[in-house]
């Protein structure tokens, strides 16, 4: 119904957010412990995010600005054009947030004039691998209807920023596992071979296909996240971040502070681990489930309810 819709779209964006400000003071970081993360999350003050969040924000705005003019297509929900200068001007506006050094000079570029085509390819001329497009895409499950138009909507975000065909594939799997998140009804845990088909028939790359049986295979041996980060990775590329994400779900779906907790523990790229494990826990338990004493203390609540509302 429609109060679960609102609970799932409003879990999906403060899951989100919530990994990515927890995560974020150890990013980098080999070694994470329990105390160490509940510190954070149980202490006071705002939380602040990083541009994970940032630039989730401006996906966010620019779908919700487009989401109710008809004719709908995929081209219409996404304008390519504007949403790089949008996130080119996110940069603009707070480059302190903790931006990758391949996209830093592509906005800095794309902010003084150049087209966005040839800008993301000044600093990686077979453009960016990173996982920049599937860190911030998790909105897309929210207005696209199938899997099928989550994935052409997944691509148009990402390809504004990453041409790589990794950092493609990578946005393609956050965003599918994300749909079939909020599909999945909150008191059903995720099973893990079910759960991934179809995330695995919508990536269109046998290495990709390859990755998620390997997730599906350590969820079933129920690996623990030092393990989970040794033979997944755990670092700023897509290809070694998306999959570890996938796997603190599958891990613990139905208890989102365990699926953060895991993301987290794993150590290296833990805000954006732990921002796309964080949109797949609340997408499919919800923002009731999340814990209200974090959630109450992020820095965009304000925004995160906003367009939650509007893209529910
Ligand atoms: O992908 P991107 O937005 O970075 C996201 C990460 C997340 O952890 C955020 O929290 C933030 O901290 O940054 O930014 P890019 O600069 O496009 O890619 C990130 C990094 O991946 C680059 O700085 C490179 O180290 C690496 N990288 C590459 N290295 C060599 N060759 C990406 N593409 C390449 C490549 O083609
Ligand atoms: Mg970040
Ligand atoms: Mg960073
Ligand atoms: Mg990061």
Redesign the pocket.
């Known amino acids: 119904d429609d109060m679960s819709r609102i609970n799932k779209a409003r879990g999906l964006l403060f899951g989100l957010a919530l990994g990515?400000c927890l995560g974020?003071p150890f990013?980098g970081r080999r070694e994470v412990t329990e105390t160490d993360i509940v510190t954070t999350r149980d202490g006071t003050g705002q939380l602040r995010h990083?541009?994970?969040t940032a630039?989730t924000l401006v996906l966010a705005r620019h779908l919700a600005h487009r989401v109710g003019d008809r004719p709908r297509t995929t081209e219409s929900l996404i304008d390519v054009d504007v949403l790089a200068r949008e996130f080119a001007e996110a940069w603009r506006d707070e480059p302190w947030r903790?931006?990758?050094?391949?996209?830093?000079?592509?906005f800095e570029l794309i902010v003084s004039g150049e087209p966005w085509r040839s800008a993301i390819r000044a600093?990686?001329?077979?453009?960016?691998?990173?996982?920049?497009?599937a860190?911030r895409v998790a909105p897309v499950a929210l207005v696209g209807g199938d899997v099928r138009e989550v994935t052409e909507l997944a691509r148009r975000s990402t390809e504004v920023?990453?041409a790589?065909p990794d950092?493609l594939h990578g946005a393609v799997c956050q965003a599918v596992a994300t749909h079939l998140a909020l599909a999945l009804p909150s008191t059903e845990p995720a099973r893990p071979k079910e759960f991934v088909r179809p995330v695995r028939q919508a990536v269109s790359s046998t290495s990709w296909e390859d990755k998620i049986d390997h997730v599906v295979d350590l969820a079933e041996r129920n690996a623990d996240p030092a393990e989970a980060a040794a033979e997944l990775g755990n670092?700023?590329?897509?290809t070694a971040?998306v999959p570890l994400a996938l796997l603190a779900f599958l891990r613990h779906s139905g208890d989102p502070d365990a699926v953060l907790r895991f993301a987290i523990l794993a150590g290296g790229?833990t805000?954006?681990v732990a921002?796309m494990a964080g949109a797949l826990a609340g997408a499919h338990s919800g923002y009731a489930a999340l814990p209200t004493h974090a959630t109450a203390r992020l820095e965009a609540a304000k925004d995160l309810h906003l367009y939650a509302e509007h893209l529910a």
């Open positions: 990515d974020a990013e990083t541009d994970d630039l903790g931006y990758g050094g391949g996209v830093t000079k592509s600093v990686f001329p077979e453009g960016s691998f990173g996982n920049g497009g860190m920023t990453h790589h950092a670092d700023v590329s897509a971040s790229d805000d954006t921002a």
